[in-house]
């Protein structure tokens, strides 16, 4: 259960977008790993959250799902301003909101709440985004979704078991993204939504 007091205190998107680029001013990036690598990789994630805006399509398919929702949810996200996956995946979360009254996107930082990640762990691990879907009323949650598309996921385990490096996860994990255009996210929100979005 997430604590009704979290899911008030979280961010909105905006709130998000804003503190990423404040603590980028700064030098700095959210969590607790603070060097230059994440700092990179943090300038680079907010550039691609900016572009995705201007350039990502929703599935029509997807649409007509969101329009048959009926309910209220709160689509609660833990991220981190220097994770590749969440600036791949959040645009569409909050394009997806944004058409969506019924759908409320609400977001934490990952370091800031390890009782709570460590709730939705991925093969044991803190991997994020995880996209926690939760009914509005009674905060019942309906399906959790995350880190990754699930066809991404399976490529990257194979590579982690034939002991790829991080820079090759890297790179297949970005020719992914980016050859698949969100297309992926969608069919799986599409299933999600249709068979726990009532």
């Known amino acids: ?3 009704s007091n979290i899911i008030g205190d979280a961010m909105s998107f905006e709130t998000y977008e ?3 680029e404040t603590l980028l001013s700064q030098g700095k990036t959210t969590g607790t790993t603070q060097n230059d690598e994440f700092l990179n990789y943090a300038k680079v994630n907010l550039q691609r959250m900016h572009r995705l805006h201007k350039t990502l399509v929703l599935n029509p398919d997807l649409l007509q799902a969101l329009t048959a929702i009926k309910g209220e949810y709160i689509w609660f996200v833990i991220t981190e301003g220097w994770c590749g996956d969440a600036s791949q995946n959040l645009p569409y979360l909050q394009a997806i909101a944004k058409v969506c ?3 409320n996107l609400r977001l934490i930082l990952r370091d800031e709440h390890p009782d709570i990640i460590d709730q939705y762990l991925t093969d044991g691990g803190r991997a994020i985004p ?3 879907c939760l009914k509005k009323e009674g905060l019942h949650e309906c399906f959790v979704w995350g880190p990754r598309p699930l066809a991404l996921q399976t490529v990257v385990l194979e590579l982690k078991h034939k002991g790829g490096t991080k820079e090759e996860k890297g790179l297949v994990t970005q020719k992914w993204y ?3 255009a969100g297309q992926e996210l969608q069919k799986e929100l ?4 249709k068979s726990h979005m009532p």
């Open 178 to 180: 980016n050859a698949n």
């Open 1 to 3: 259960m997430i604590p």
């Open 101 to 103: 009254p019924k759908i």
């Open 18 to 20: 804003q503190l990423l």
């Open 130 to 132: 995880k996209l926690i």
């Open 190 to 193: 599409i299933s999600l939504i």
